[in-house]
């Protein structure tokens, strides 16, 4: 009987030992669950959330005060005049005030004019020389006056030199390039103007290939077709040209047996040519002579040298050489300070010479 009621009472108690080591366990896990999120970890939470907080209202309202309302900033401390900044006065930019008008245009002034446009190389000067001897140079028939024919080469590079130079007066010629961006805008111009026109058609230098003579050159290494088919294009560049000059070509210019197909395309279009002179070896006033080509010559470059004493130097030069033998004819190009000089001084040089289209100076030789 005494162990029997010792089984029954472990009996008992075993069931109850372990269903309180079951109700211990459940009472330690929400323990811990509880304890990570306290009070107290809920109170540090609460905290950064305030800090964080504090810190974006403060960087908006220190965002609001620098830049949506500078006025209410509070004045900043004064400098000393040695720390003043000083600014330099700059220009007021005012819209001139309109002149009366005379019934006249004025031309452009140089300072207005845009930046020049790249043009190619203008032209291989040759050394002073004296001309060579036993090369006379006809004269067209004088009038009472000294005659000067002033041609602007290189044309067709910059409308706005080019409407510049046609504005000091419609007596000055310009030449013009082949292939160049405005030739014929420039020819239009020209034509509107009363100003006569040239071909200034590219010639090989004897520089070649170092210095190039641009599109549309002709070459000494070309045959009569080839050639002759390029003088037509170019030729047809400038619709308007009323005769030639030539652009470089100091080594074909002293090639008689290159020239005389090139002239008698001159003589059945009732061209006349302008021999530039680039050498003192150029045939090409017996070419004109050989095939009755109304023929004029350079006697003077204006402005090789860009300075305005050199220039002016020049002009009066052509004016002294008109004076001497009756006419003569300069040669310059489309640079800014070309044009300024000519418009300081042509009136002045009216006075003493007229000035004529270079069509004028040109003449058949017997």
Do not use: C, W
Not at 26 to 33: I, L, M, R, V, Y
Not at 156 to 164: I, P, Q, R, S
Not at 241 to 262: C, I, R, W
Not at 280 to 295: D, H, I, K, T, Y
């Amino acid at each position: 009987m005494a162990s029997s009621k010792k089984r029954s009472t472990q009996a008992k108690k075993g069931p109850a030992k372990k269903a309180a080591k079951k109700t211990k366990t459940k009472k330690k896990t929400p323990a811990k669950k509880a304890g990570a999120k306290g009070p107290k970890g809920l109170l540090v939470r609460a905290l950064v959330s305030l800090v964080l907080l504090g810190l974006v209202v403060a960087g908006g309202m220190y965002l609001a005060d620098r830049y949506l309302s500078p006025e209410k900033r509070q004045p900043e401390q004064a400098l000393s005049p040695a720390q003043v900044p000083v600014k330099q006065p700059q220009a007021v930019k005012t819209k001139p005030q309109q002149e009366p008008d005379s019934g006249q245009e004025k031309p452009p002034l140089v300072a207005a004019l845009p930046p020049p446009k790249p043009a190619p190389v203008y032209e291989v000067f040759p050394p002073a020389h004296p001309d060579p001897p036993g090369l006379p140079v006809a004269r067209p028939p004088s009038g009472d006056r000294p005659r000067i024919a002033i041609i602007i080469d290189d044309m067709g590079y910059d409308m706005a030199l080019a409407e510049a130079f046609m504005s000091l007066s419609a007596d000055i010629t310009i030449s013009i390039l082949p292939f160049s961006p405005f030739a014929g805008q420039v020819g239009e111009m020209a034509k509107s103007s009363g100003t006569q026109v040239l071909l200034h058609l590219p010639l090989e230098p004897k520089e070649y290939p170092k210095v190039n003579p641009g599109p549309g050159a002709l070459l000494l290494s070309m045959d009569t077709d080839t050639m002759l088919g390029i003088l037509e294009q170019n030729l047809a560049q400038v619709p308007y040209a009323q005769g030639v000059n030539n652009h470089m070509g100091s080594a074909f210019t002293a090639d008689a047996e290159k020239l005389y197909p090139l002239f008698t395309v001159l003589k059945k279009r009732g061209l006349f040519f302008v021999d530039s002179v680039t050498s003192a070896q150029s045939q090409a006033f017996s070419a004109a002579r050989l095939l009755q080509v109304p023929f004029g010559r350079r006697d003077i470059f204006i402005d090789h040298e860009q300075t305005p004493e050199f220039i002016e130097s020049q002009l009066k030069k052509l004016v002294g050489l008109a004076k001497k033998n009756g006419f003569s004819v300069g040669i310059a190009h489309p640079h800014r300070l070309t044009f300024e000089i000519l418009k300081k001084n042509l009136e002045l040089m009216k006075k003493e010479v007229d000035l004529v289209p270079v069509s004028e100076l040109v003449t058949i030789a017997g």
